[in-house]
């Protein structure tokens, strides 16, 4: 898009065109404000820190409140963010219904036939999309338990000499607790090898990044004060996070209650302090990753940094770090890693063919750079959202 209105520049122009009534909330203004993926990338390359990703979301909320949505906007918003989202019995439904889905073969024959010539695009293309259901609830699996440390014997020796045991609580978030439950598994298996007293709250929810990101601030509100008083009351020394987006809008929940809105007495600075992802988590305690056992054969792995973990969140090398320091894993750069690729929350819902053609660029660099290192078999994200959407491209580009 070559238009001034489609840049960030041009944006900002429109949203303070908004705020100073100096312009009408009509479709001109509306659209390019609707087009951007907030991956906040102009954040990091802007010498004056506008808080970017701040001002379009809390736009975005008084066009939600004062202008009409579309029949697919509201259909979308009415499953998705207040319905499924809102409620874990409904998410651990959609995920059993999905699990039975790919588990008949659907999916598959559809993409890899005939017959996804016969279909739209779109409804082909969300069939590459589908996650790994798990058909429950992590968070219900494990709500409320102490789960002790578990100490591999060659840990064993270097956790002991802590002074003191870290207590963290572990973030499940809605669609990463009934999808990939394999990397929950794997993020509590490592914080308790690493020492660590893991809590999984049971009245925990959605982060609401979704529903920021679309203009709802009001449930965003809802839930944040939800986590809030199921993570805070606990007294952790930590609140593990393994996506992106979750860490992000965890860490800037102020930024909802601004305006003095029911909820701005809380601390929420002392809780977003809390708040980091686990791979900037791990990274603190490199003499704990020297000490587990690792396999021998070596892992050529590509890394892709997810926008709301290097953009919002200002966390980029401690994961390559992390992963460089790993034995048996050989870290190669990505080409244009930073790139966002086009799932942006829900915008490959509500922006099909705008976050296809950004996802294009993404799985050109990633074929360039399998080209480059044909050994290479793991392409390593930190974002359900980015893992789907990649995933997809990658699939229906055959790479």
Not at 93 to 105: D, E, F, P, Q, V
Not at 165 to 187: P, Q
Not at 295 to 306: G, H, K, N, T, W
Request: aromatic share 8%; hydrophobic share 35%; with cysteine.
């Amino acid at each position: 898009m070559e238009d001034e209105k489609d840049s960030p520049r041009g944006r900002l122009y429109l949203m303070r065109g908004l705020w100073e009534g100096e312009l009408e909330l009509e479709q001109s203004v509306i659209d390019p404000l609707s087009r951007c993926l907030d991956c906040r990338a102009c954040e990091s390359a802007c010498p004056s820190g506008v808080p970017y990703g701040e001002l379009l979301e809390k736009t975005r909320g008084i066009i939600l409140e004062n202008t009409p949505q579309s029949l697919k906007e509201r259909f979308l918003r009415n499953l998705l963010l207040k319905g499924l989202f809102r409620y874990t019995s409904m998410m651990t439904a959609a995920s059993r219904i999905l699990k039975i889905y790919a588990a008949t073969g659907l999916p598959k024959f559809i993409t890899k036939t005939f017959i996804g010539k016969l279909l739209p695009k779109s409804f082909v293309f969300q069939q590459h999309l589908l996650p790994n259901c798990s058909g429950e609830s992590f968070k219900r699996k494990y709500a409320d338990q102490i789960l002790s440390p578990v100490f591999p014997e060659k840990t064993q020796h270097t956790v002991q000499n802590r002074k003191s045991k870290i207590r963290v609580g572990l973030f499940s978030g809605c669609i990463m607790d009934v999808s990939e439950s394999a990397i929950h598994e794997s993020t509590l298996t490592l914080l308790r090898h690493f020492g660590c007293e893991v809590v999984v709250p049971g009245n925990q929810g959605c982060c609401g990044a979704l529903h920021v990101h679309s203009g709802d601030r009001k449930t965003a509100r809802e839930f944040a004060l939800k986590n809030l008083a199921a993570f805070e009351p606990r007294h952790f020394d930590a609140i593990i996070t393994n996506a992106a987006g979750c860490g992000a809008q965890l860490k800037e929940y102020h930024h909802l209650f601004s305006d003095g809105t029911n909820g701005s007495e809380q601390d929420w600075v002392g809780f977003e302090n809390k708040v980091i992802d686990i791979l900037e988590f791990l990274s603190r305690f490199p003499e704990l990753l020297e000490s587990l056992s690792w396999r021998e054969d070596q892992d050529i792995v590509l890394y892709d940094a997810p926008c709301h973990l290097m953009h919002a969140q200002k966390v980029d090398e401690n994961p390559r770090q992390l992963l460089n320091s790993l034995p048996g894993v050989k870290l190669v750069p990505l080409k244009e890693s930073n790139w966002c690729c086009g799932s942006a929350g829900i915008y490959n819902l509500v922006q099909p063919d705008l976050s296809r053609d950004v996802l294009k660029r993404k799985t050109e660099s990633v074929r360039q750079t399998l080209t480059e290192n044909p050994k290479a078999k793991t392409i390593i994200t930190g974002n359900p959202g980015c893992l789907y959407q990649i995933r997809a491209g990658i699939r229906s580009e055959n790479i």
